[in-house]
């Protein structure tokens, strides 16, 4: 099951990310082959966000600034409540995902990852799901939501929450499997 063997995907996180959306989608992914990056604005470790408390770490492969979006073929932009409140507020950050659109690359999200895109600006216009909690936010930024385990919009994949893991990772495969590059 080395399906996606020679492909590199990159997870765009910091402090605060929803573990279990971090870590399935990176494990899911290395399963079938792909070559696995942790991207954040600053070099040395990041750390999750389990139930209430902080937990594993993990550390950072690529700086946002060092990174180039041409170099992967999808981008993971996992959840929690703090992690992309941080993220939306780094500019490099910002046009690390916008380029990912900008490009027609598969961009992938779980939870409250969704804020990333709005403050990216790309989601009017898509149908998208995300936690219930930032329904309104999609909808104010043009969004059409969903609820639902997975919508695929192009190459955008979305799902609600850690329960939706599942589903997710096979959808990310997929996707990415579908590409030509």
């Not at 779980?110 to 895109?117: A, K, N, R, V």
């Not at 329960?163 to 996707?175: A, H, P």
Request: with cysteine; proline share 3%; aromatic share 8%.
């Amino acid at each position: 099951m080395r399906d996606l063997q020679g492909k590199r995907v990159a997870i765009l996180a910091t402090n605060g990310f929803e573990e279990a959306e971090l870590f399935e989608p990176k494990k899911a992914l290395e399963k079938h082959g792909a070559e696995v990056f942790i991207i954040s604005p600053d070099k040395g470790r990041i750390k999750g966000w389990n139930h209430g408390n902080w937990s594993r770490e993990i550390e950072v492969d690529l700086t946002v600034g060092e990174a180039k979006k041409e170099d992967f073929v999808a981008l993971i932009l996992p959840g929690g409540v703090i992690n992309p409140d941080m993220l939306r507020r780094s500019r490099e950050a910002i046009n690390f995902v916008r380029g990912f659109f900008d490009n027609s690359k598969i961009v992938a999200t779980i939870c409250h990852g969704p804020q990333l895109l709005i403050e990216a600006g790309v989601v009017a216009g898509r149908t998208m799901t995300s936690f219930y909690s930032i329904k309104k936010d999609l909808q104010n930024a043009g969004a059409n939501w969903k609820d639902a385990e997975v919508v695929v919009d192009g190459g955008l994949i979305t799902s609600r929450n850690p329960g939706d893991l599942e589903i997710f990772n096979q959808k990310v495969i997929e996707e990415i499997n579908k590409q030509k590059n």
